[in-house]
């Protein structure tokens, strides 16, 4: 009996690292160096991260060599720069500052490069791809272009915002549910998405662009370039912060060829992203609610750093319900399985961590598999590990 679906699957950095995607360790120095490439060394980039490494000197007594910056922890010191308008009258943008929009345009260039054709991928990711139910949710928390092109590649269709509406009104929004798509949530942005409102404000101030007149913004004063459409599709309520997320069809084109600061709508590698996630946030909106009814929940190639403790409390909310509501009931003839953990992890000391991690993930109704993800973990994925219970109790998902 083909499997319902009904299952989430929440896909950290180690989901992607088979492709050949940087883990979040190594993006420092490619980052640094494609933005040298395409501005040489005297940015204001260089001058912020110089700033930066004396900080770390006077403030923790931290000698930190160029060559050893922590990404995360230097895009934490200039988000909370730019977010608290430390800068006063010199901040750049409300998008960033010119480093941060640097940043973040090195960053999609860098996993755009990394990133296989849609034909050139692993196995396991076509694999994964066709054992995905039209009924699944998937959560990634990755900016590349993986899973998409892996769908696109077995022919399965899919979708990225939550819900189709057939009607929007002033207190209620009707679902669309004749369309059957895999659900794939980008928790955290896209390489391929952009952010129009400021582009829009500025556009509504200047007038409409002129042959002579100044670039807003490389891609949506250039729409047709880049293949430029809405993340979402049909009626929208007309303040969805959604309406204003827009996806790009030729990334060769734009990260080949652009050299301007305009950057791709990414929450950075920071620790306080979330403070940039008020256009995603109906992504994350009743999660803590979600599993009860769910029939899978696997977590793969997220090992929970300690300074993602926002993303910790949605899947501890997420797991406890899926443990504990309906484990024993039956679900069209099938039933709750483990939750399934995929990481790679080559020693007992590196288990052990990541077991304290997801320590309130109740042991006896959980599963692990620390080889990585790959063709055996699609296996493992896929197949049923947990026996039927002796006593199910018949429901229905609804």
Request: a negative charge; aromatic letters at 14%; hydrophobic letters at 40%.
């Amino acid at each position: 009996m083909p499997h319902p679906g009904f299952r989430i699957f929440v896909l950290g950095a180690g989901f992607s690292r088979p492709a050949g995607l940087p883990l979040a360790s190594e993006l420092f120095p490619l980052v640094k160096n494609s933005i040298e490439e395409r501005h040489g060394r005297d940015t204001k980039f260089h001058k912020d991260l110089a700033d930066y490494i004396r900080y770390k000197k006077l403030a923790d007594g931290e000698e930190v060599h160029e060559s050893a910056v922590d990404l995360e922890a230097l895009h934490s010191h200039l988000d909370i720069e730019h977010f608290l308008g430390l800068r006063g009258s010199d901040t750049w943008s409300k998008e960033g500052n010119e480093s941060q929009l640097m940043i973040r345009r090195a960053i999609g260039e860098v996993i755009h490069r990394h990133t296989p054709a849609l034909d050139k991928l692993p196995s396991a990711y076509y694999r994964f791809a066709e054992n995905l139910s039209l009924h699944d949710w998937v959560l990634t928390l990755n900016y590349d272009l993986v899973l998409e092109r892996a769908l696109e590649h077995v022919g399965k269709p899919y979708r990225l915002f939550p819900h189709r509406f057939v009607d929007v009104g002033e207190h209620l929004n009707v679902v669309d549910s004749s369309k059957e798509e895999v659900i794939l949530l980008k928790l955290h942005g896209s390489v391929d998405w952009f952010h129009n409102a400021s582009f829009l404000e500025q556009r509504a101030s200047l007038g409409p662009r002129t042959a002579a007149g100044p670039v807003v913004h490389e891609v949506f004063d250039f729409p047709e370039r880049f293949g430029v459409s809405p993340l979402v599709e049909g009626p929208r309520q007309p303040d969805d912060p959604l309406r204003h997320v827009q996806r790009i069809k030729n990334c060769d084109a734009f990260y080949r060829s652009s050299r301007g600061f305009d950057a791709p709508f990414i929450l950075s590698p920071s620790h306080v992203k979330f403070v940039y996630a008020q256009p995603l946030l109906s992504f994350w909106h009743g999660m803590g609610q979600s599993g009860g009814w769910n029939l899978g929940l696997n977590v793969i190639g997220f090992s929970l750093p300690q300074h993602d403790e926002y993303i910790r409390v949605g899947l501890y909310q997420m797991i406890r319900n899926f443990q504990f509501y309906s484990w024993d009931t039956n679900f069209f003839g099938h039933h709750k399985d483990y939750v399934k953990f995929v990481d790679f992890q080559a020693s007992r000391d590196g288990m052990n961590r990541y077991l304290k991690r997801y320590a309130f993930s109740e042991p006896s109704r959980s599963a692990f598999l620390f080889a990585g993800f790959g063709d055996d973990a699609v296996e493992f994925l896929f197949t049923q590990q947990r026996p039927a219970p002796t006593n199910i109790v018949t429901g229905a998902i609804g």
